[in-house]
């Protein structure tokens, strides 16, 4: 794991342009390399490709802005993944248990209501504040579930502008445009507009799930 973290530390430069790694003294550098280290081998559900991805998405900021990569800037798109994947981390999390041992209902209704308390949280939020939170801090299997239902009907948007959009904003930073990408942040931009919808539209979505 450590030559993964070391190989995506090495690279920052050419990455997203901080030469923060490249300047630092060689035990500030290693103290950065061991303090990343013991952060991501505290999350059991960790393995090295989710390092891979989580380092290669942030530096690339996918996870947001960021003018420093340290523990706190790391922790940040390491929940960002696990809210984005969290259906299928807490699956993976069942099965490693029942190896062991059977999962209760307890257990299981534990994982479930963390999902929806994470969802109740980021609509009251969007409530008081009029701001709509990416759809990677709410769980997509929100999206999937209120389509599921009817509830959510994307091609009800303009799903062709949004996606224009979503290119011109992504040429801005880089002459290569990724389809993947462009789907996924055109998705996001879809959720915003329904969650602030629903809410003009006093759905009261925290109340369904």
């Not at 303090?35 to 380092?55: H, N, P, Q």
């Not at 996918?62 to 390491?78: A, L, P």
């Amino acid at each position: 794991m450590k030559k993964i973290i070391l190989t995506h530390l090495q690279k920052m430069e050419f990455v997203c342009g901080l030469k923060q790694f490249k300047e630092y003294k060689q035990e500030d550098a290693k103290e950065l390399l061991d303090c990343l280290y013991k952060l991501f081998s505290s999350f059991g559900w960790m393995t090295e490709a989710r390092v891979d991805y989580i380092l290669h998405a942030g530096l690339r900021g996918q996870y947001g802005d960021f003018y420093h990569v340290n523990e706190k800037t790391v922790n940040g798109w390491i929940h960002q993944y696990y809210n984005h994947h969290q259906s299928q981390i807490v699956m993976e999390i069942q099965a490693a248990n029942n190896k062991e041992k059977e999962i209760s209902e307890e257990e299981i209704a534990y994982w479930i209501e963390i999902g929806k308390q994470i969802f109740r949280d980021n609509y009251q939020y969007a409530k008081d504040s009029g701001y709509c939170k990416d759809l990677s801090e709410w769980g997509i299997n929100w999206f999937n579930k209120f389509q599921e239902k009817g509830i959510l009907k994307p091609w009800m948007y303009e799903v062709e502008e949004i996606e224009n959009d979503v290119r011109r904003e992504l040429r801005l930073s880089s002459r290569y445009i990724d389809e993947v990408t462009v789907g996924a942040k055109a998705k996001n931009k879809i959720w915003k507009l329904f969650i602030l919808e629903s809410i003009k539209e006093k759905r009261n979505l925290d109340k369904m799930i």
